[in-house]
């Protein structure tokens, strides 16, 4: 019996009834390392015209003896190795003959270029290594599938070396595959698994076959987001993440710490929610919030569709429910300051800040008096984790009670004056807001800003000497501050903006008004063409000495337009005095920072074939 005849004629045979293929095989083939190829066709009429490529094909028999199970792996050596990687690799077929039942076994094995160079890597010092075979399907269009890939695959080089700096204008990933990956569940593509090959295409149209394993995720394993709203009690979670976790089970994200899983297992839909803690008061708040609320009523809506749910308990409920009493203090603080509870850390308010912060609760809304120690005006500076809070301390002139209250409240029902000496020596007294008494530094983390009543209060005092001055020196400041914390940059770009209008709405464009203006821009976007004409006209004022300060104002303009060699030039100009007071603007921000704005990122785009 010749086994290698019969392994090439079942090839052959099987080979023949896919219609773009035509098998080449030898079974008395004398070339050292192949037995034949497989001609590839576009069309199933075969012509020079359709003809796709060749793909190298090595076909091997191998009787069984006896009850013995099919090997799962072949022996190849690394000599033959090497030669099959210097012709692009091969398509490798076995062939078990069983003849206790009479029949052929087909498997195979898609040794392309990168496959062969994890293999002779793996090896070392052996002179051979098994590879894993898989049963070639009896199905063509299965068989023409893995052909194709394997003709594909051919185009992967790995004796050249990729730069990792051709991948940053990467513009679009692309996988070939047999066709047989189920794309519907979570899959690790790696080449000891998975026949695939792997092409990078640059934004200039270079093409680069890599050799790298890959994780693809279906959108719905990653998470999508909805337009659902789930409640439970008095909590409301809207727009919350759904994503898949395996066949029967969807897990709802409402947010970092809290999740509801359902599944449709058996005969019903189970749900149940998972709860951990969250850094900030409001999210923790809300998260145990909806949690307690679950343990209570042990049903939530979505959509205003109830479904029974099963919450993991915990060991003590009332330590739970007592940390939620707390943080219903603090939250009730928050809303009557008016501060962001999203800005509040927990981590740093446990003990004794902690307890100040409920015994504030009870003397600004519980009706409490103020210890002893705060019997005096005054104004205090309450820390409040990484911020604080401003509040004032004042007698009531009705029952004579020490009261505590908020700085910045536009019912505070107090007057601020400023004095000083004017340049002659003599006293002057004029109105200020409560912006001009924190100072420069603290601004940045005080919460209980009020920023919305911001030109409200300048407005009310626009009458007085200086008024305009500070208006403007505020400005600055809620620059500097959104430069400083991160998180609260809009916040503070946008009352910088509000009160730099109401200034041009009282002043008109005044150069440094419109230099603000610009320097809140760039902060949140590139200028227009429109808007860099403006500073160019407002510049060339400057050099023909038309408005006041010109070489601040030339040298604001050169870092407004991103010309380095122009605002060194302009600096120069400055004597110490200018360029010290220069470097206290926050302009100078966006000039240490050496770049404004505005570049983004372009992300390529992943195609399945």
């Known amino acids: 019996m010749n086994v290698e005849l019969q392994a090439v004629t079942k090839i052959v045979q099987m ?7 035509e098998p080449v095989i030898d079974s008395n083939d004398k070339t050292p390392l192949t037995d034949g190829h497989i001609d590839v066709y576009s069309a199933k009429k075969h012509s020079k015209e359709n003809y796709n490529g060749r793909v190298i094909v090595q076909v091997k028999g191998r009787m069984l003896s006896g009850k013995k199970s099919i090997p799962k792996t072949f022996p190849i ?7 099959y990687q210097k012709g692009s690799g091969v398509l490798y077929f076995v062939v078990y003959v069983d003849p206790t039942e009479d029949r052929l076994i087909p498997n195979y094995v898609l040794l392309s270029p990168f496959r062969i160079q994890r293999l002779i890597k793996e090896m070392r010092g052996q002179k051979q290594i098994g590879v894993r075979l898989k049963p070639l399907p009896a199905d063509p269009s299965k068989i023409e599938g893995i052909v194709h890939l394997a003709l594909k695959s051919a185009d992967e080089k790995p004796a050249i070396r990729i730069d990792r700096g051709q991948l940053k204008d990467l513009s679009r990933i692309t996988i070939y595959t047999d066709g047989s990956l189920n794309l ?7 080449r000891e698994d998975y026949d695939f090959t792997l092409v990078f295409e640059t934004t200039g ?3 680069l076959p890599v050799d790298e394993d890959l994780f693809i995720m279906p959108p719905e394993y990653v998470g999508e987001v909805t337009e659902l709203a789930v409640v439970s009690g008095d909590f409301v979670f809207r727009n919350p993440i759904r994503r898949r976790v395996d066949e029967d089970t969807v897990e709802l994200e409402l947010s970092e710490g809290l999740k509801i899983q359902r599944s449709s297992a058996g005969q019903a839909t189970n749900g149940s929610v998972s709860l951990t803690m969250r850094k900030t008061l409001r999210e923790r708040f809300n998260d145990i919030g909806f949690y307690l609320a679950c343990i209570d009523n042990q049903v939530f809506s979505l959509d205003g569709i109830e479904s029974r749910v099963e919450v993991a308990q915990v060991n003590d409920q009332s330590d739970l429910r007592e940390h939620f009493e707390y943080l219903t203090t603090l939250m009730s603080l928050c809303a009557h300051l008016q501060v962001d509870s999203s800005l509040v850390e927990l981590e740093f308010l446990e003990g004794k800040r902690g307890r100040q912060l409920v015994g504030l609760h009870g003397v600004m809304i519980g009706g409490e008096e103020i210890s002893e120690a705060h019997h005096e005006n005054g104004r205090i500076l309450q820390p409040m984790g990484l911020w604080s809070i401003q509040l004032l301390v004042t007698q009531d002139s009705t029952d004579g009670k020490w009261l505590c209250r908020d700085l910045f409240h536009p019912e505070l029902g107090r007057q601020f004056v400023a004095s000083g000496e004017d340049k002659n020596g003599e006293l002057q007294i004029s109105r200020v807001t409560p912006y001009e ?11 209980n800003l009020h920023l919305y009543n911001l030109v409200n209060a300048y407005n009310d005092i626009f009458e007085y000497p200086d008024a305009a001055g500070n208006a403007n020196a505020t400005v ?7 430069d400083a914390v991160a998180i609260r940059r809009s916040e503070f770009l946008d009352a910088a903006a509000s009160l730099n209008n109401w200034l041009i709405s009282k002043q008109g464009s005044l150069p440094n008004h419109q230099i603000n203006d610009w320097q809140i821009t760039v902060r949140n976007r590139q200028l227009t063409t429109a808007e860099r004409l403006a500073i160019r006209s407002l510049k060339s004022q400057a050099s023909r000495n038309e408005i006041a300060e010109p070489l601040s104002v030339e040298a604001a303009c050169a870092i407004l337009l991103g010309d380095d060699e122009e605002t060194a030039y302009c600096l120069s100009r400055l004597d110490d005095d200018q360029l010290f007071e220069f470097q206290d603007w926050p302009i100078w921000d966006l000039h240490n920072a050496g770049k404004l704005p ?11 074939r």
């Open 476 to 482: 600055l400041n809620l620059i500097r501050a959104s």
């Open 184 to 190: 519907n569940i979570p899959v690790k593509l790696t």
């Open 15 to 21: 080979f023949s009834k896919c219609p773009h293929l």
């Open 598 to 608: 505005g570049e983004g990122n372009n992300r390529p785009s992943i195609l399945l």
């Open 77 to 83: 050596t690394k000599t033959d190795l090497i030669g």
């Open 205 to 207: 149209g270079t093409t």
């Open 437 to 447: 008494i924190v100072e420069r530094e603290k601004l940045p983390y005080t919460l």
